[in-house]
């Protein structure tokens, strides 16, 4: 005990302060807010819907919708692979009816060829071992697709996904509101809004279309005439915030290019080549034979791809694009590319949604909750600190020190994580607070259990430390993993339950055992007593 290393007293004390200086701006009132120093930290904790106020909408996309959107979108793309094929192959009759797609081969010797061609359209549906569309040919002449339950499952899932991210761009257009959007079962979206009471203008914002365009960059703009502003006649300039010239916009021709509604489908997937991650775009028989146009009298010169008015991207166009799809490469991670895939996909609601719950949250009860959280902790912790002060003595002032220690320490994570807090995440706070002195209730009683023993004082705080705290770890080991299932299979304030006991575990047995251990070793190298009472 009395070999604490400086090293660790002073990154121990780095440690805390930091956590103070996080934990300052989101316990600083409103008013005072403006004037807290620019160059310490600024992070606040955010308050949830049900302590702030505001809007909460349920919404629920159709599954019906999503398969009629895959039947249209496979029929597209079986007319332009028949119209590719060579020679080419001539269909008619083609129906949706039942839920599936088929069509007639006119020429019977044709029908291997046709269905070699469709194959390659169908993939393996998530990690199932299924196909998403089951091919099958009746009658000599005609070809039936038929979509497999695993297939509609994944085109839901990727549908719902889409979605959520469209609904996620809609909303943050109201501002830094830190909006709650998190998908609920298989089909539905939770939406809420703290500091938003309308209800209505939420639902109108979020019936707005995002906006895709492919547009050719305009190389003869001068970099000096961008930077003001200013564009060539014909031309327009974009912001292009992932520019990797520093985020700098660029020109792009007004006229001649592709919008959104003709892609059909992005997916991030791998160049087979170089093995490098890329996005797969597709679009339909319109916009495929438009982009093959583009690309053709185009070649050499790059193109972007503009959502809601900034371009995400601006390859290059090395050769014809034909076919209606291509890639898109660069120096991708497997996130970025599936980021970007999701927002190409993103330019416009894959699916439906219908509000089937709406309800607003007024800022009366969310204060009111304040209050009534910010009673039962204070409550909560001078009960605590009383009796431990109490109980015993100079190590219970050490366990207090380290409790206020540790709400600071919870409130500057939180804040750091830009955490929303919630009425369930007051509980979980308030129960951290009973909870992190019993770590310090274990090593007490070991103390004097090893000093009745006659061990001497220092062997007594030892051994009391070091065994105490493998029941310690073990204890809180059961709680956090605990914690980490609520928030794994929980949603909304569940989940915010469980961040809330995760953090209150960990910086409570960290400060119970490191932080008062150090106390206490401080205490023995000056005081050097003769007597230990605890």
Excluded: C
């Excluded at 160049?271 to 775009?281: A, C, F, G, K």
């Excluded at 600071?408 to 994570?413: A, E, K, R």
């Excluded at 009425?423 to 007490?444: K, M, Q, R, S």
Aim: no cysteine; proline share 5%; hydrophobic share 45%.
């Amino acid at each position: 005990m009395l070999d604490f290393p400086r090293w660790k007293t002073i990154s121990i004390s780095l440690l805390l302060a930091l956590g103070v200086l996080l934990a300052i701006p989101s316990l600083l009132p409103a008013s005072i807010s403006p004037y807290y120093p620019s160059f310490l930290p600024q992070e606040k904790i955010n308050l949830g819907l049900d302590l702030q106020g505001g809007s909460h909408i349920l919404l629920e996309g159709d599954p019906k919708d999503v398969a009629a959107q895959r039947l249209e979108n496979m029929e597209e793309t079986v007319r332009t692979a028949m119209r590719a094929a060579k020679p080419r192959i001539g269909i008619g009759d083609i129906s949706r009816e039942g839920g599936k797609l088929s069509f007639l081969v006119r020429d019977v010797s044709q029908v291997d060829a046709a269905r070699e061609a469709i194959l390659p359209m169908t993939t393996g549906a998530g990690l199932t071992g299924q196909r998403d569309w089951d091919i099958e040919v009746r009658d000599t002449s005609r070809i039936v697709l038929t979509p497999t339950e695993a297939g509609l499952t994944e085109a839901l899932d990727q549908a719902m996904e889409t979605a959520t991210e469209v609904v996620r761009k809609r909303i943050d257009e109201l501002g830094t509101r830190e909006p709650t959007i998190i998908r609920q079962g298989d089909n539905r979206i939770v939406v809420q809004v703290p500091g938003l009471e309308d209800p209505e203008a939420l639902k109108e914002l979020l019936g707005q279309t995002a906006e895709l365009e492919f547009k050719l960059v305009d190389q003869n703009a001068s970099p000096e005439d961008i930077a003001a502003g200013r564009a060539p006649v014909g031309s327009e300039v974009v912001p292009y915030p992932s520019n990797p010239a520093g985020g700098t916009p660029i020109a792009v021709r007004r006229l001649g290019g592709i919008r959104g509604d003709k892609l059909t489908n992005a997916q991030a997937s791998f160049d087979q080549q170089t093995n490098e991650p890329v996005v797969s775009i597709t679009f339909d028989r319109e916009g495929g034979a438009r982009f093959a146009r583009l690309t053709q009298e185009n070649v050499n010169k790059p193109f972007a791809i503009i959502l809601d008015g900034e371009v995400l991207s601006a390859p290059n166009i090395n050769e014809p694009i034909l076919g209606g799809s291509a890639q898109i490469s660069g120096s991708f991670t497997t996130e970025s590319a599936n980021q970007l895939a999701i927002a190409l996909r993103s330019g416009a609601l894959p699916v439906e949604l219908k509000v089937v719950e709406e309800r607003s949250v007024g800022p009366d009860l969310g204060t009111e909750s304040v209050q009534l959280g910010l009673l039962a902790g204070g409550i909560a912790t001078i009960a605590v600190l009383v009796l431990m002060a109490a109980t015993y003595g100079r190590f219970g002032l050490y366990a207090n020190i380290a409790l206020i220690l540790n709400i600071f320490l919870i409130l500057g994570i939180m804040a750091l994580m830009n955490a929303t807090l919630t009425l369930p995440g007051i509980a979980g706070f308030v129960l951290t607070i009973g909870a992190a002195v019993d770590a310090n209730v274990l090593i007490n009683e070991r103390i004097r259990e090893e000093r009745k023993a006659g061990r001497r004082i220092v062997q007594a705080i030892e051994v009391g430390y070091t065994e105490a705290s493998r029941a310690i770890f073990d204890a809180n080991i059961t709680n956090v993993i605990a914690a980490v299932l609520l928030f794994l299979f929980g949603s909304g304030p569940v989940r915010g339950f469980a961040v809330v006991l995760m953090i209150g575990i960990l910086t409570s047995v960290w400060t119970a055992v490191y932080v008062t251990r150090m106390f206490v070793a401080i205490w023995l190298k000056r005081a050097r007593p003769r007597e230990l009472v605890i």
